[in-house]
């Protein structure tokens, strides 16, 4: 397996330009556990710096679309859509992202950057209640980062 990425002369950005524009769609997923009072919060509307989860689409969304200036050797994308969506558990919330394009390499870390930042998100809007009396985090992590799913071709 030769790496695209780094070559005899050093790093470099991978060229695309002799590929063709196709349809390209990744879907990324990952979990942030959390005290299940502080899920009943979210749930029900009531955390103190208001809706946790909207606060989390937005910031996921942006994250996706200045993914090429946060990794540096990506490339700028035209993004077709993003959809970040949440599931509860008793003691997590899974975000999923995901993204779509025309355009020549895939969306992958588009998807994984936009599912991060969203769970990010989410602590930062419920640190406050996450926090022991010592102001650690014992129960509060993030995990399971990956991408579930990539198209490259045919719209689906």
């Known amino acids: 397996m030769k790496?695209?990425?780094?070559?005899e002369k050093g790093v470099k950005m991978v060229e695309v330009g002799h590929k063709?524009?196709?349809f390209r769609k990744a879907i990324a997923?990952?979990?942030i556990r959390l005290k299940p009072e502080t899920i009943k919060l979210i749930q029900e509307g009531k955390t103190k710096k208001g809706n946790v989860l909207a606060a989390a689409q937005i910031a996921g969304i942006l994250a996706v679309k200045r993914t090429w200036e946060i990794i540096p050797?990506?490339?700028p994308i035209p993004l077709t859509g993003v959809d970040i969506s949440f599931?509860?558990?008793?003691d997590y919330i899974e975000a999923t992202c995901e993204v779509r394009a025309y355009y020549k390499t895939?969306?992958?870390m588009e998807a994984l950057t936009g599912v991060s930042v969203a769970l990010l998100t989410i602590?930062?809007?419920v640190k406050a209640v996450e926090k022991d009396e010592k102001g650690q985090y014992p129960v509060t992590r993030i995990y399971d980062i990956r991408v579930v799913e990539k198209i490259k071709g045919n719209y689906l």
């Open 73 to 75: 050797l990506c490339h």
């Open 106 to 108: 895939g969306v992958e």
């Open 123 to 125: 602590w930062d809007m």
């Open 87 to 90: 599931e509860f558990g008793e």
């Open 29 to 31: 997923k990952g979990k």
């Open 3 to 7: 790496l695209t990425h780094v070559d």
């Open 20 to 22: 063709d524009v196709v």
